[in-house]
């Protein structure tokens, strides 16, 4: 059973940065893209980031582009999302999500493949 597992989660300062992790286990990720979404009480999960694991093309959310950087190894099956010049409005559980095939319409719907459980983070004035 695939499993994606995010860590690196935490309270911040804005401006501050963070890097977030997320493992799979479970299956080979080789051919599948992998990225990160976010929900911030009372609102709906929006996407952040996805990279193609085979070709390593990188799609952000306007919110990100210019702050955040999502990159990935793939003999760890490992995606990073490192957050930099935090700002209050990033606050959100960020969860990890992986899906078979290139980045496309199903990133959009959310109808994807795995998903992690979920780490918080919280941004401080």
């Known amino acids: 059973q695939a499993q994606l597992r995010e860590s690196g989660g935490g309270l911040v300062q804005a401006g501050g940065s963070l890097r977030l992790s997320c493992a799979g286990s479970?299956?080979?990720?080789?051919?599948?893209?992998m990225g990160w979404f976010r929900q911030a009480p009372g609102k709906e999960r929006e996407f952040v980031a996805a990279?193609?694991?085979?070709?390593?093309?990188?799609f952000y959310a306007d919110s990100v582009k210019g702050r955040f950087t999502i990159s990935r190894d793939n003999a760890k099956k490992t995606v990073y999302l490192q957050m930099n010049n935090l700002k209050l409005e990033d606050t959100a559980v960020y969860y990890c999500?992986?899906?078979?095939?290139?980045?496309?319409?199903?990133?959009?719907?959310?109808?994807?493949?795995?998903w992690g459980q979920g780490t918080q983070v919280t941004v401080s004035s």
């Open positions: 999500a992986a899906d078979y095939g290139p980045y496309g319409s199903k990133w959009q719907k959310l109808e994807l493949d795995y």
């Open positions: 479970g299956r080979t990720f080789s051919s599948y893209t």
């Open positions: 990279i193609m694991l085979n070709t390593s093309r990188k």
